[in-house]
């Protein structure tokens, strides 16, 4: 079946350092990757996603590369800010319209 | 500009009891789901609805039942709660239920159930 891993937290960050969560998965088929947000209190958000090999999601300064080879999706900022501290879930969506997700990365940046 | 709407946020219950988590959609969505979040283990899925009057079981279902008599309403009940499903639930919808279309999944904020 689908499956994603990601690296388990809790990472912490100082402010305007860089933040490299890593994501890998195992599909059947070319599935579509995404990164969701959940910031504390709220549901998750749709952070970036990529579609096909190669693509890159950006938003929000963060930006992940759908990496085929590699069955990679890693999260990358060049940058945090305190306003960055929030769970990150990879996710991906194969044939069959489910959203499988990954454990959860818990970031925490300081001032 | 409402979006997912889920109730109650929080709930206690005791070993037994029943109840229906609420969730509500008024972006016309067809494909409604519920996710249980545990700690270390991300969101599981435990049933989904690719349109009013149709529902299927996700990864978890065991103990939880489903209904979509509307597009917009989406319930979870637990039939007899169990410490087990002490966990945080949350409803998702999105636009469409074609595989591929790659829509955004949009969250409720979530309920945080304990049984004890």
């Known amino acids: 079946g689908n499956s994603v891993t990601q690296m388990e937290g809790p990472v912490t960050l100082s402010e305007e350092a860089f933040l490299t969560i890593n994501c890998t998965y195992t599909?059947?088929?070319?599935?579509?990757l995404f990164w969701y947000v959940q910031y504390p209190g709220e549901g998750l958000q749709l952070l970036l996603k990529?579609?096909?090999?190669?693509d890159k999601g950006s938003n929000k300064g963060f930006e992940a590369t759908y990496r085929k080879e590699t069955t990679s999706f890693h999260l990358e900022k060049g940058s945090v800010q305190v306003s960055d501290s929030a769970v990150y879930f990879c996710?991906?969506?194969?044939?069959?319209?489910?959203?499988?997700f990954g454990g959860g990365t818990r970031v925490l940046v300081k001032p | 500009n409402a979006g997912v709407t889920q109730t109650p946020k929080f709930q206690v219950l005791k070993t037994g009891q029943s109840m229906t988590l609420q969730c509500a959609q008024d972006?016309?969505?067809?494909?409604m789901s519920w996710y249980r979040q545990d700690p270390g283990m991300g969101l599981r899925l435990i049933h989904y609805?690719?349109?009013?009057?149709?529902?299927d079981q996700g990864e978890v279902p065991n103990g939880y039942n489903v209904s979509r008599s509307t597009t917009e309403d989406f319930p979870l009940r637990l039939l007899s709660a169990a410490p087990s499903q002490t966990s945080v639930y949350f409803c998702?919808?999105?636009?469409?239920?074609?595989?591929?279309?790659?829509?955004?999944?949009?969250f409720g904020q979530g309920t945080r159930l304990t049984v004890v």
């Open positions: 998702a919808s999105r636009r469409t239920a074609s595989t591929f279309m790659n829509t955004e999944a949009f």
């Open positions: 599909a059947t088929g070319y599935p579509s």
């Open positions: 990529a579609t096909k090999a190669d």
């Open positions: 996710a991906l969506e194969a044939a069959g319209n489910k959203l499988t």
């Open positions: 972006m016309n969505h067809e494909y």
């Open positions: 609805s690719v349109g009013a009057g149709i529902t």
